[in-house]
């Protein structure tokens, strides 16, 4: 059993606690933070918290707690680490880890000199889909991996601090690029370097400093490339979607949209519909378990159990570190406007490696290039003589 310390009681907090308090149940919060003295006395009250205070020391230092949950606004994500690293407190911290990878950096620094157990609560990673789907991946379902294509689209965050690029450290690519760049390095394996980055973000409908919008590519040490996609102007609710693609196969994923439960009122459902819903009316598309869609029951087991086992979770620090770093690379190429390398500093994956392909051959005089059945059942096949390079067609018989 765990006795926790929640910091924060916004809409992640909340999850959070509702995810804690539904599914493994042994574990509570038993002290809640908050900077405003009505949210935390509040949430305390709502969710039967023993604790609740406005001192963020306190409350990471409690006798009572064994581990912190870090659930603040982006700007307040390296105190509160390094506290609790020094408070020899286990410390989980919501994502992004830092605003940037210098913050990132420091904070993986301290929870490994104090000696503590640290996770990085990106649930993305965590889905039931997405699980399943690196299952399928695992067992070599889709061959060799040779792209991930992730999006997360919706109208825009609920806070103030988020729409600060200097509080947030960025705009739509540090709040939603980071679940997507993570969700990829898990896809394409997390020992495998990201090396350089291109990206285009812009201002487009927004008075604001930061970026609404952003598209990126990353460009990993075995040639596989990652797509993201991220709008805080979409319309129609949240938007999150992935794309596998290896040499054998495909996954198409749809967490939140068009999932098999739609609704359609006129009168209006006159409540909460789903995280980012724009409308009460007309048709809805409900989620049927909204935290365990998106990931909370199974993050919080696996950081938990893990911590139980003495072994690391499946997201820690330092993949919150890569992942600021390649958020670096992407804000540098949308001023350069090129491809910039990912700087890390720390790197713990595989060492360089070429991979090399193994081509189909076929008659000894040919290498396959495509194989594909024709409308009238006969089989066509696209080879490349091998020492002329031309490439010329095969028919082959029903």
């Known amino acids: 059993m765990h006795k926790l310390t929640l910091l924060g009681t916004g809409l992640i907090g909340l999850f959070y606690t509702m995810a804690l308090h539904k599914r493994r149940g042994y574990d509570k919060i038993y002290v809640v933070y908050s900077r405003t003295r009505s949210n935390a006395q509040s949430f305390a009250e709502q969710w039967g918290i023993s604790k609740w205070t406005t001192n963020l020391k306190e409350a990471i230092e409690d006798p009572e707690t064994d581990v912190v949950v870090v659930a603040l606004p982006n700007f307040l994500h390296k105190e509160a680490v390094i506290m609790a690293a ?47 789907a690196l299952e399928f991946v695992g067992t070599g379902a889709l061959g060799t991996i040779l792209w991930v294509r992730s999006r997360e689209t919706h109208a825009g965050p609920h806070s103030a601090w988020f729409w600060d690029p200097e509080l947030a450290g960025g705009g739509a690519i540090i709040d939603m690029g980071c679940h997507c760049i993570e969700i990829a390095r898990n896809f394409i394996g997390k020992d495998i370097r990201p090396v350089e980055v291109i990206c285009w973000a812009d201002t487009l409908v927004h008075p604001i400093a930061s970026e609404d919008h952003g598209i990126g590519l990353v460009r990993f040490e075995n040639g596989v490339i990652a797509q ?24 198409w994923i749809n967490h939140f ?16 519909i789903s995280e980012k819903a724009e409308s009460e009316s007309g048709w809805l598309f409900p989620v049927g378990d909204e935290v365990h869609a998106l990931g909370y029951p199974n993050m919080f087991d696996d950081m938990l159990n893990a911590l139980d086992e003495g072994k690391a979770p499946m997201e820690t620090f330092y993949d919150g570190y890569v992942v600021n770093a390649i958020i670096d690379a992407c804000y540098r190429s949308v001023k350069s406007k090129r491809w910039e390398p990912v700087q890390l500093e720390v790197w713990r994956g595989k060492p360089k490696q070429t991979e090399k392909k193994r081509p189909i051959e076929y008659e000894d005089k040919y290498i396959l290039i495509k194989e594909e059945r024709m409308p009238n059942g006969k089989v066509k096949l696209l080879l490349k003589e091998k020492h002329t390079n031309k490439i010329v067609e095969k028919i082959i018989p029903k």
């Open 257 to 272: 949209l068009r999932t098999g439960l739609e609704v359609f009122t006129a009168a209006g459902g006159k409540g909460y």
């Open 86 to 132: 020094e408070a020899g407190k286990v410390v989980l911290c919501t994502k992004p880890l830092g605003r940037n990878a210098e913050e990132a950096l420091s904070m993986l620094e301290a929870v490994e000199k104090a000696g503590v157990f640290h996770g990085y609560l990106e649930d993305l990673v965590y889905t039931p889909k997405t699980l399943k």
């Open 228 to 251: 993201f996609e991220v709008s805080w102007a979409f319309r129609g609710g949240m938007d999150l979607r992935d794309e596998v693609v290896g040499t054998d196969g495909t996954i």
